[in-house]
């Protein structure tokens, strides 16, 4: 399971450098292969092959929605499959790189079974405007928290 965040930077030619402590668990559980795509525009969803395929078939048994065509059609437009190459590099794809202004210093954040790389001001700056309140931690009723 992926948790926690990280800066990491993305080069002129545009290859996110996956940090490390990311970079274990993808080697030890996934491999080198990734499908990135976004389902806003404002940030790199990066999802292991394995957990992407188990969203394709999850939307392979559901019947032609509105919610699915357009489903696909966010996905696909910023969807690439991409090697992770032997530095540990992901190259983002450039739809998305120029969308999202995802250039230097991106906050690359655990999400469970994916890994979301952002332009860090800008998720610091929505992270400001919409921190988590009371309602919250109310509606998700965590044990604990």
């Known amino acids: 399971m992926f948790r926690g965040s ?3 930077r993305v080069d002129e030619k545009g290859r996110l450098k996956v940090p490390a402590e990311f970079k274990r668990l993808l080697d030890e559980k996934y491999g080198a292969t990734f499908f990135i795509t976004s389902f806003d525009g404002e940030r790199a969803e990066i999802f ?3 957990e992407w395929e188990k969203i394709e078939a999850e939307m392979a048994t559901r019947t032609s929605s509105p919610q699915k065509a357009k489903f696909l059609e966010v996905t696909n437009y910023y969807g690439q499959v991409v090697e992770m190459d032997g530095q540990g ?3 983002l794809p450039q739809n998305l790189r120029d969308k999202a202004g995802l250039a230097g210093d991106l906050a690359v954040m655990g999400l469970q ?7 860090d ?3 610091v700056a929505r992270l400001k405007a919409a921190p988590l309140t009371g309602d919250d931690f ?3 009723a965590i ?3």
């Open 6 to 8: 990280h800066i990491a």
């Open 48 to 50: 292991p092959m394995q």
């Open 89 to 91: 590099r992901l190259l």
């Open 113 to 119: 079974t994916r890994l979301s790389a952002v332009n």
């Open 121 to 123: 001001e800008q998720q």
């Open 138 to 140: 109310a509606a998700l």
């Open 143 to 145: 044990p604990g928290v």
